[in-house]
């Protein structure tokens, strides 16, 4: 006896389902992991992002090549309109239709065109329907799309003295002349303005009528609210009928899960028609306001509201999904911050050797921070490559600032750093000529001495970070001490040099600062003696702000 198999998104009680590579989940007929449902009764194989060595792996999809990555892409100026296929960009030059997949597009003359009605969108990867009510920026816009329309309030509309028809078009309307609102009485809702009769601000001109122009207008009959698509009268105003919401003031859109025929009837952005419901498109999900949101980077977007599945990402100029300022893309789903980015966890901090310091990517301890954005290892003792050994600080003068470290190897002197194998290149207070030598971030050359740049202040690590004002003063009398405070001339208690705010109402010295106990000295490894901030036994000083162990 023949046997009845349900289609994909069909009722199933762990039964075999119809296609092949389908199975029964949740009661529901679906395709198996790696596959995708073309129709209610295939499921074909993704093939855009499988592994790769050359183009000819990736032949089963037209249009496809070998990335770098090693992964099926599809091909320059060609556009995935779904995981097995690629399309031609609308104005590309085609052999047939089914070359053109963008939806609503077709190959006319030899080129990819959008179908009537339809205009190229998104740098010619849509076709998107042109409408009465759609979003404008300007009246070209608008005039382009639909003859006879103007851009009011962001929307466009029928030009004055023209109404609209329900074939999204406008069509002229005889001018009536007047003295007084009763003489217009043949134009329904109208009134006398500047002697023609004319419809409210807030009113159209449709089949010979004044009806409402937005949402929540007035009406006494759903006919009334004709110029609002999908819209009916309810209790005397113009509300959208079930199973739709407000697009915008003048347009009703079907909701997501509700029956449609064609992409033109799902206006939801980044909504399309799929098996007869309106869903979101590849890429978006619902949320909890019913939008289809971007589940990528550069996903359509109108403001960074639209991003916000996507953390550390916002909206750019061009309405696309991107990472924020200070934060970087590492996979299509991800934006991780780079140095002074906000984060929570370590791994949440893209550049190499940086670590979350409360909540701000930062070097870490055995790094400090460059002017290119990079973290960079203290490497004070290690060996410089031109010499195996030494016993004289001259055996290292072939490298500038170069000297012999116990008598045993080439390091860099105090206040230098190994930037290369035989390089020393200047921290804070070492000897330069211009301000490219300084490698610190927000660090100058002034006086052949790299120093922290106007409005900075020099901390631990060789850092330069913003000076903080403590509080006013007309002289260093009205701040905490003179000892480690000085007025500066904008009248703020501020550190004095060699020393660093530790926060808001104390500053504390770096090496060679004065100070009368041991916990006032800001540097690690570092304690007072003979009322001067030194290094404790066994260490080494290498700079203003760092001692380091002996070897």
């Known amino acids: 006896m023949s ?18 590579n389908s199975m029964c989940i949740n009661n529901e007929c679906k395709c198996k992991r790696g596959f995708l449902a073309q129709s209610n009764d295939q499921c074909s194989t993704i093939l855009l992002k499988l592994s790769c060595e ?11 090549k070998c990335s770098l990555n090693k992964t099926c892409v599809c091909s320059e100026n060609i556009i995935a309109t779904s995981p097995i296929f690629c399309s031609l960009l609308i104005g590309e030059f085609c052999n047939n239709n089914r070359e053109c997949g963008i939806r609503n597009s077709e ?101 010979g009528k004044c009806l409402p122009r937005y949402l929540g207008g007035p009406c006494e009959k759903t006919s009334d609210c004709s110029n609002i698509k999908f819209a009916v009268c309810l209790k005397n105003q113009c509300i959208c009928n079930g199973g739709f919401s407000s697009f915008n003031q003048t347009l009703c859109a079907r909701d997501l899960g509700t029956i449609c025929l064609g ?28 939008k289809c949101l971007p589940m990528e980077l550069r996903g359509f977007c109108f403001d960074d509201a639209d991003c916000k599945l996507i953390k550390n990402a916002r909206c750019s100029s061009e309405n696309k999904c991107i990472c924020k300022i200070n934060y970087v893309e590492i ?63 001259t055996d290292c003068i072939d490298i500038p600032h170069a000297k012999c470290w116990n008598t045993s190897m080439c390091a860099c002197e ?31 050359c002034i006086k052949n001495k790299c120093q922290c740049d106007f409005a900075y202040t020099e901390k631990l690590s060789s850092k330069c970070e913003p000076t903080q004002s403590l509080y006013s003063c007309l002289n260093v009398s009205e701040c905490v001490e003179h000892y480690h405070f000085e007025c500066s001339e904008d009248k703020k208690c501020v550190c004095k040099a060699n020393n660093i705010a530790i926060n808001n109402s104390t500053c504390l010295p770096n090496l060679n600062g004065y100070c009368w106990k041991h916990d006032q000295c ?12 030194q290094c404790n036994s066994g260490y080494n000083s290498v700079s203003t702000n760092m001692c380091v162990l002996n070897h």
């Open 3 to 20: 046997k009845c198999v349900p289609l994909l998104n069909e009722f199933c009680w762990n039964e075999s389902c119809a296609p092949e």
């Open 54 to 64: 050359i183009d000819a792996n990736c032949k089963l999809i037209e249009f496809s």
């Open 107 to 207: 190959c006319v003359n030899y080129r990819c065109q959008c179908k009537p009605q339809y205009l190229p969108y998104l740098n010619n990867s849509e076709c998107q329907l042109s409408y009465l009510g759609m979003s404008c920026e300007n009246s070209t816009y608008c005039e382009k799309r639909i003859k006879n329309t103007i851009c009011i309030n962001n929307i466009c509309e029928c030009n004055a003295n023209y109404y609209s028809r329900e074939d999204n078009s406008c069509r002229t309307l005889a001018i009536l002349d007047c003295e007084n609102n009763l003489e217009c009485s043949k134009l329904i809702n109208s009134l006398c303005i500047d002697k023609f009769c004319q419809c409210k601000p807030d009113d159209v001109l449709m089949k």
């Open 263 to 290: 992409d033109e009837d799902c206006l939801l952005k980044n909504s399309h028609c799929y098996q007869h419901y309106c869903e979101c498109r590849d890429g978006y999900i619902q949320d909890s306001t019913k």
């Open 331 to 393: 996979n299509e789903v991800s934006c991780v911050a780079l140095l002074d980015g906000s984060c929570s966890h370590d791994n949440e901090c893209a550049v190499a050797e940086s670590v979350c310091v409360e909540n701000k990517c930062q070097c870490d301890s055995e790094n400090f921070q460059r002017f290119d954005e990079q973290c960079f290892h203290h490497k004070y003792n290690a060996k410089l490559s031109t010499k195996t050994s030494c016993s004289l600080d």
């Open 414 to 444: 105090s206040n230098f750093i190994q930037l290369k194998s035989s390089v020393c290149a200047p921290l804070l207070g070492g000897y330069c000529t211009q301000h490219n030598d300084c490698i610190a971030k927000h660090s100058v």
């Open 522 to 533: 800001a540097v690690l490894n570092a304690e007072c003696i003979d009322f001067r901030c």
